[in-house]
């Protein structure tokens, strides 16, 4: 674990880490996925030799799923709010 904003004291992997800072920022999702120049604090890239089977990857992201809303638009224009859509039950 390394304070937020330090670098890898190896110069390939501080660019990975650097590259991948730069790209996660620039989406433009911002806190919370509501948009902003900011998404991550810092990027930190470690490794070690490993057994294929004890690869293990952490992250953390925002949950976007309950940020979502469903319109219905009729044919005649009008528009209808729906509460709960049913999303998996075909209606």
Not at 1 to 24: T, V
């Amino acid at each position: 674990m390394r304070i937020i904003g330090s670098k890898h004291p190896e110069p390939e992997i501080a660019k990975i880490e650097q590259d991948l800072f730069d790209a996660i920022n620039g989406l433009g999702s911002g806190a919370m996925g509501l948009g902003g120049q900011n998404s991550v604090f810092g990027v930190h890239v470690e490794y070690s030799m490993t057994h294929l089977a004890g690869i293990a990857i952490a992250m953390s992201a925002n949950c976007m799923v309950a940020r979502r809303a469903t319109t219905k638009i009729h044919s005649d224009g009008r528009t209808e709010e729906l509460d709960n859509p049913l999303w998996f039950n075909g209606r």
